[in-house]
């Protein structure tokens, strides 16, 4: 389990998370997205960031995705949001 800074969220498999430009760069010209988080990279990559899998819930379903974010960044969201 990682913890994150910001928030001191837990992050463990089946949460939910919104995903946006202060998570990261990658994800500046978009509105933002829910990531349901089904695993955490091991490796510490840079202090601060992680390697998230999961998958991109929207109105149309579900995509696979794996996401570089800075925790501080990252925002639960309610379990109905996520998709639970």
Same mark, same amino acid.
């Given at each position: 389990?990682?913890?994150?800074?910001? =928030?001191? $969220? =837990?992050? #463990? @498999?089946?949460?939910?998370?919104?995903?946006?430009?202060?998570?990261?760069?990658?994800?500046?010209?978009?509105?933002?997205l829910v990531f349901r988080l089904? =695993?955490?990279?091991?490796?510490?990559?840079?202090?601060?960031?992680?390697w998230l899998s999961g998958y #991109?819930?929207?109105?149309?379903?579900?995509?696979?995705? #794996?996401?570089?974010?800075? $925790? =501080?960044? $990252?925002?639960?969201?309610? @379990?109905?949001?996520?998709?639970?």
């Open positions: 389990m990682a913890r994150c800074c910001r =928030a001191r $969220l =837990a992050l #463990e @498999p089946g949460q939910g998370f919104k995903i946006g430009r202060r998570a990261s760069v990658q994800f500046a010209r978009e509105r933002g089904t =695993a955490v990279e091991d490796r510490l990559i840079s202090h601060g960031r992680v #991109e819930l929207d109105r149309r379903g579900a995509a696979r995705r #794996e996401i570089f974010v800075q $925790l =501080a960044g $990252l925002w639960a969201t309610v @379990p109905e949001v996520a998709g639970n």
